[in-house]
């Protein structure tokens, strides 16, 4: 019954953006060959890998937030805000690096919670509940914060930039908690029913799934995951800074990783390989401009043309397949 | 053939119910016996619903007791019904469309193995369910999205099974399945019941009912009318306890021969990917019915005239002259109103209000605001004439039933005054009392010079309503048959078991 054969795997939204992925890597290797640069050598793959670091680990929590049919806008100030307590915790004292990393998961998860509270008690829109979480940290840290505050040791700051041969150490911690939250989703209760409540709440409820726990859950793990990237920006920096979330893009940026990645925004489908996949895509096309010393306005520009061609393109596959459905059946 | 044991199943004794003071259930009995299909049959608003959210433990009786296998129960909530062993198939699917078949049967009780998801298990599992009701082509691993309507019954019914369901409730089962698949779940619904499960069959078509039960329950105005064994009964009682009517005078009177006016749409050639060329002419004063197979060409055919769909080839000719219908919007202006067999996806926009569903057309083609509230005035009128019922025109349509949305949605197209009228299966899911009054309104507008299109898989409505009737066939009209025809005949076309253009009944 069970057989197991080799086949090639379906091309669907899901794992489109390996192939746009491989087209990026060969045309922006070539044209930046053709520059007379090279897009492989160790220390633009090693600067490429570390880029994607940061916004990886944002974007895996955003994954499991839109998978579960949620949105998090507030990750991006979690990220400012949590690079400063790491920093002002620790105040150049190793011994205080376990310490500030236990305040930094405790904060983060404490606005997770919050989120996950006003979305499902309060039933507030999540697009609007993270917004205005996130309104209210950045107010906290205008009001607070002029420019970097506090300061990382030495010893932290190996996180930030030691590598394993050509791979950076943020990079392997990206690949863990990727890792993690991808065989969460496999093979945890909690993974199947968070993909049920992002399927059809009312489907998964009348199953007997907690929904409303699975969602608070859900946003503790997206906002952990903001501040482990809050914590690797700290020892980046060397310093908390509390515009770092806002400027570097990772609220809008993690979600356009997930959506390239094939995730649904609507829930239910999608995944976290997909999402590594898109990661890498926009850091290798930032990269690529990088490399070729491109003006930042064009470099937006053609990051938009790539978000919008790859979901218009998800959406009419889906339109065909549904179609083929549709007329299967009429 | 019923075994019928003394201990019912399940047992509903002088069940009753009110919402805000209005009383949908007054002392209701019903008995379930293991094995027995037990058929719910009554108009739309006559309590079956509720009678039915009250046995999977949706709503609450304010008066009564249930008794399962004799002993008192009260169902707090569906979990409980559920843990108690009843399951209930909703018309509309509860299934995730992106999981397995196995996970969505296992969804809220997946096993564990060292406190991680046993999928193997959960497979195994699911495979030997499906194999136990004769179900074992759908694979455990296969996508419920990719599976067909049928199919993904199947899995809502193992998914009930997976609880150890013991009464099962089946809500319109038929509703959503194409023709030749409704054979599957007759012989589905044999094999639960030769379990021994109990089944409640809610369904509007008779002939199901016929087909599959032992003993039928009718309700009306929420109360028990009576029940019977099925083997004593007929469609023609049925219908008297229903709506205290005979079954013949269903249909309002045809057109007289000959009456039919000039040609006011015509099609020669006209096909598109989905329609071989067509040639057909409809009359002013006609009802035109169109039967067919699900899949044979009959929507696609009105969604061509309608532009939604348009034709590629031939030609298309209203009152004789040549157009080009590209979109829905130039076809309402040119004077076609097409109402469309899914109601709710298609024909309604549900949170609005009845007025607002029944300006829908005028306002989106005519946007002529100065005359808004003489056009609200004219619909209310129109509302009236068609006999909606309905709090006020404020509220939202989706409260309203079936037939009155569908009476909503006619209203919205006399608005536009439409010469020609496509109507896809105008009284499907309707109760009966609302069928004879759409029926009624379809003749009324014929008699009045509209040229009507009806396509409906229910033979004797397409039968009963026809002036002539046209049989479809893979994309292309396979015959065309005098009012009044047997369904054998229509069927011998539909089928292909006929193949001659002219079969007189």
């Not at chain 2, 039967?291 to 030609?315: C, K, Y």
């Not at chain 2, 003749?443 to 046209?470: H, K, N, Q, T, Y």
């Amino acid at each position: 019954m069970n057989k197991r054969g080799w086949r090639l795997p379906q091309l669907d939204a899901t794992n489109g953006v390996w192939p746009a992925l491989a087209v990026a890597l060969v045309v922006g290797g070539s044209l930046v060959a053709l520059d007379g640069g090279s897009l492989f050598s160790e220390s633009s793959t090693i600067s490429l890998l570390q880029r994607a670091a940061g916004l990886g680990i944002v974007a895996v929590g955003q994954t499991i937030a839109i998978l579960a049919g949620s949105l998090d806008l507030s990750v991006a100030y979690v990220i400012s805000l949590t690079s400063l307590v790491a920093a002002e915790t620790m105040a150049g004292s190793d011994g205080m690096v376990l310490p500030a990393i236990g305040a930094v998961l405790l904060v983060s998860a404490a606005i997770g919670l919050l989120n996950g509270l006003l979305i499902t008690k309060l039933r507030i829109n999540a697009f609007i509940a993270t917004l205005g979480v996130g309104l209210l940290i950045k107010g906290y840290l205008e009001q607070g914060y002029a420019g970097p505050a506090g300061s990382v040791p030495t010893s932290f700051q190996h996180l930030g930039y030691d590598r394993v041969g050509p791979i950076p150490l943020s990079f392997l911690l990206f690949a863990a908690v990727a890792a993690a939250v991808w065989f969460t989703l496999r093979s945890t209760r909690y993974g199947h029913h968070l993909i049920a409540t992002g399927g059809d709440l009312d489907v998964a409820r009348l199953s007997g799934v907690r929904t409303d726990l699975v969602l608070i859950r859900t946003h503790v793990i997206c906002s952990l995951c903001a501040g482990i990237a809050g914590l690797y920006l700290a020892s980046r920096l060397g310093a908390g800074a509390p515009r770092v979330g806002a400027e570097g893009g990772y609220d809008l940026e993690s979600i356009a990783a997930v959506v390239l990645g094939g995730t649904v925004l609507a829930g239910g489908r999608g995944g976290v390989a997909g999402t590594v996949g898109g990661v890498l895509l926009l850091a290798v096309i930032d990269a690529v401009f990088n490399q070729l010393e491109v003006d930042s306005f064009f470099k937006q520009m053609v990051r938009g043309v790539v978000i919008v061609a790859a979901v218009a393109v998800y959406a009419l596959r889906l339109r065909r397949t549904s179609d083929q459905r549709k007329a299967a059946v009429a | 053939m019923q075994p019928d044991s003394d201990q019912p199943l399940l047992r509903m004794r002088g069940v009753g119910k009110a919402f805000f003071g209005v009383r949908v259930l007054d002392d209701v009995d019903l008995d379930l016996h293991p094995g027995q299909v037990h058929a719910l049959v009554g108009e739309n608003g006559a309590g079956k619903s509720t009678l039915m959210k009250i046995a999977s433990g949706v709503y609450q009786p304010d008066a009564g007791t249930l008794e399962l296998s004799g002993k008192p129960v009260t169902l707090p909530d569906p979990r409980a019904a559920q843990a108690a062993g009843i399951g209930i198939i909703h018309q509309e699917f509860n299934l995730l469309p992106e999981r397995t078949v196995a996970e969505n049967v296992f969804l809220g009780r997946e096993p564990l193995r060292r406190g991680l998801v046993d999928r193997r298990a959960m497979q195994a599992r699911t495979a030997e369910l499906l194999a136990g009701i004769g179900e074992s082509a759908i694979a455990p691993q296969a996508k419920v999205g990719r599976l067909s309507v049928a199919q993904q019954q199947v899995v809502e019914i193992v998914k009930a099974l997976a609880l150890d369901a013991r009464v099962l409730i089946m809500d319109e089962p038929t509703a959503s399945l194409a023709d030749h698949e409704v054979e599957l779940l007759y012989a589905l619904v044999r094999r639960l019941q030769a379990r021994g499960i109990g089944i409640l069959y809610v369904s509007h078509r008779l002939t199901e009912v016929f087909d599959l039960s032992g003993r039928i329950t009718v309700l009306k105005d929420g109360r028990r009318v009576t029940t019977l064994a099925t083997a004593e009964a007929t469609a023609d009682t049925l219908v008297r306890h229903m709506v205290g009517r005979e079954l013949s005078h269903y249909y309002p009177d045809r057109a007289a021969p000959g009456s039919a006016g000039a040609a006011v749409l015509t099609l020669s050639a006209a096909g598109n990917g989905r329609l071989r060329p067509v040639d057909l002419e409809l009359r002013s004063g006609e009802v035109l019915g169109v039967g067919g197979l699900q899949g044979s060409g009959r929507s696609a055919l009105a969604r061509a005239v309608f532009g939604i769909d348009g034709f590629r080839t031939g030609q298309l000719l209203l009152d004789g002259v040549a157009m080009r219908v590209r979109s829905p919007r130039q076809a309402v202006r040119a004077g076609i109103a097409y109402v469309t067999e899914d109601r709710k996806g298609e024909g309604l926009a549900l949170s609005q209000s009845v007025l607002d569903n029944a300006l829908l057309a005028q306002r989106a083609v005519t946007p002529r605001w100065f005359a808004r509230n003489a056009r609200a005035t004219t619909v209310r009128e129109l509302l009236d004439a068609v006999e909606v019922h309905a709090a006020g025109t404020e509220q939202e349509i989706r409260y309203l039933s079936g037939g009155n949305q569908q009476k909503v949605i006619l209203a919205r197209w006399l608005a536009m005054k439409p010469r020609v009228l496509l109507f896809d299966e105008p009284t499907r899911g309707i109760d009966v009392g609302a069928k004879a009054a759409i029926h009624d309104l379809i003749r009324r507008l014929a008699a009045d010079g509209a040229a009507v299109l009806m396509i409906s898989s229910e033979l004797p409505e397409l039968i009963g309503m026809s002036d002539r009737i046209v049989v479809m066939r893979d994309g292309a009209i396979a015959g065309e048959l005098p009012a009044g025809s047997s369904e054998e005949a229509v069927m011998g076309l539909a089928t292909g078991a006929a193949t001659n253009t002219e079969v007189t009944a």
